[in-house]
């Protein structure tokens, strides 16, 4: 039997997972690397470090089925939409870094740039461009970092530069440019080069081979070479697939199998530092607040969108971080034990717990459904208290909020996209969690799909794999032959009048801090004016 390397690398770590062709996990490894601040709102990597994880995860969990490594025919790589910046000499980066995270907002004010031009490329992403692709960032380079830009050789999505470092091929993935650059496979000349020239970047295409027509996902990138090989582990020679970005890995791994007569009423959703929803259809569907629609970006011919909330799986890590009362710094030891005994206190109280506490959850901006990357939280009910009650009012204050937004997404995907959402497959770490779970299956509005599967992400990479490796033809037979068995939990009747009512008062809150901070944003604009020479 030949089996599948798939590797995964997501915000702070790359795990690397053994499957053979039906989709069975035979080993698992991790390895962590750094994530470098060298300034607000500035979140940057050193490649070598990254690359230096791949290995070291490949490694480890090729040794622990030594007897199957000869066996492996193929690999694939997914990563976070970040971007490596190749540039001659010195990292161009602040920090000595070479890539920007996704998290990265420097480009705040560039992407509102780019909103104020209008351009058609806005209606491929709900209206209003994300500090969080790569166009802001990068012009916000061109702008702040003159000498550094001039020395700029090429700029690629995170998966791309791995798989480059893996055979020594420059290629891109369709799925990065389609989600994340103004590009649209759509048309007959995909770059937004009217926009670019009008922005002052106009010599963003000609940098590496990202004028060169993209592969599509699960297509050979090229070969395994000796040296990549020497450092991984894996045989040499073997084909690595063209890669994708890990929330839409994830998606593959939880679709499940007979997915495209689901299509219009599964949603995937993908839970790690952040959260991603992304549906798929056979049209064109524009919906406002939400990127997308994204052409090719997974499967060849068909649309996907993308929602979602940025810094959800760290939104309960900074209550266990940051509260008087919090029992200690986050472990999933911990949030098992806060989860349980909120569960136990809700059996007692009911929805008179935390009644009065309520948040938007936009600590990084609105994914979805606004598509303001500038807005942040609201928070109500903060009082003086300190002790363990304020600790887990605010801990199940904040999953609440999660899952409320997640119905507030669901619903305007189907009032505004033409899907008919009805169902909800998560994934992720949060799956570790029972009170996120229970929260996900009563405040949603949908049924709950959970998957018998530990790595949804690598999952979804291993499908890809199998097809550049010719296991299976397409990413369609490599979703039917190797999804996991999934199971349905229905909405818990008591609660959904209670979660409900928690809804309608989110609602308003979301209403009001958009009316602030288009409030505040004048407030902004306003500058003292001088009279007689006195301020």
């Known amino acids: ?29 991790s390895a962590s690397f750094k994530l470098l601040t060298p300034a607000e709102h500035h979140a940057v990597y050193r490649m070598d470090d990254i690359w230096n994880a791949v290995c070291l995860a490949a490694m480890e969990c090729l040794s622990q089925r030594p007897e199957l490594t000869s066996s492996v025919a193929g690999l694939a790589f997914d990563a976070t939409s970040s971007v490596y910046i190749e540039a001659e000499g010195e990292p161009p980066l602040d920090g000595g870094g070479d890539v920007i ?19 058609r490329f806005l209606d491929h992403v709900g209206g209003s461009l994300s500090p969080e ?7 916000w380079l061109k702008r702040h970092r003159p ?20 055979t020594g091929e420059d290629r891109h993935s369709v799925c990065g440019l389609a989600c994340k650059w103004p590009y649209l496979p759509d048309e007959a000349d995909p770059w937004c080069q009217d926009l670019l020239d009008g922005l002052g970047i106009g010599g963003l295409t000609k940098l590496g081979k ?19 090989a020497a450092a991984m582990g894996v045989p040499q020679g073997i084909p690595v697939a063209v890669g994708l970005i890990d929330a839409e890995a994830g998606a593959l791994g939880v679709l499940g199998r007979d997915y495209l007569k689901r299509m219009n009423n599964l949603l995937p959703m993908v839970a790690g530092t952040s959260t991603c ?20 970006a997974v499967f060849p011919g068909y649309w996907m969108h993308e929602a979602g909330q940025s810094l959800s799986g760290t939104a309960l890590d900074a209550v266990l971080e940051h509260h008087p009362a919090s029992p200690g710094q986050p472990s999933s030891t911990l949030h098992l034990e806060t989860a349980n005994r909120i569960l136990q206190i809700l059996e007692q109280e009911g929805a008179a717990f935390a009644a009065a506490r309520h948040i938007v959850p936009d600590w990084l901006g609105n994914r979805a459904p606004l598509g303001d990357g500038r807005v942040r939280a609201l928070v109500t ?14 801990y199940y204050a904040t999953a609440r909020a999660l899952a409320l937004q997640t119905r507030h997404i669901i619903e305007h995907l189907n009032s505004h996209g033409q899907y008919a959402i009805d169902s909800l497959a998560l994934a992720g770490g949060q799956l570790n969690n029972p009170l996120l779970v229970r929260l996900y299956r009563d405040a949603t509005g949908a049924k709950l799909v959970i998957s018998d599967i530990r790595e949804p992400v690598l999952l979804g990479t291993a499908m890809v794999a199998a097809v550049a490796a010719g296991l299976h033809p397409d990413l369609f037979a490599s979703l039917e ?55």
């Open 1 to 29: 039997m030949k089996h599948l390397l798939a590797i995964d690398v997501g915000t702070l770590s790359a795990r690397a997972g053994l499957f053979d062709g039906e989709g069975q996990l035979m080993a698992v490894a």
């Open 101 to 119: 995270c996704w998290m990265d907002h420097r480009g705040e004010v560039e992407a509102a740039e780019v909103d104020a031009t209008g351009h």
């Open 133 to 139: 692709t790569n166009l802001p960032k990068l012009l």
């Open 147 to 166: 000498a550094a830009w001039a020395r700029i050789k090429g700029a690629r999505d995170l998966c791309d530069e791995l798989a480059r470092r893996a």
């Open 210 to 228: 990202l004028g060169v027509t993209p592969g599509k996902v699960g297509e050979v990138h090229g070969n395994v070479s000796a040296s990549a």
């Open 277 to 296: 929803y992304m549906p798929f259809a056979p049209d064109p569907r524009h919906v406002p607040g939400v990127w997308g629609p994204f052409k090719d």
């Open 381 to 394: 009910g903060i009082g003086p208290e300190t002790g363990e009650r304020s600790f887990l009012e605010a």
């Open 481 to 535: 032959a190797m999804a996991p068995r999934q199971k349905t939990l229905d909405t818990d009747p008591r609660w959904w009048r209670a979660h409900d009512a928690a809804y309608r008062i989110y609602l308003k809150l979301f209403a009001i801090r958009n009316e602030v901070e288009t409030a505040g944003r004048a407030l902004a604009t306003l500058v003292p004016v001088k009279e007689s020479g006195v301020c």
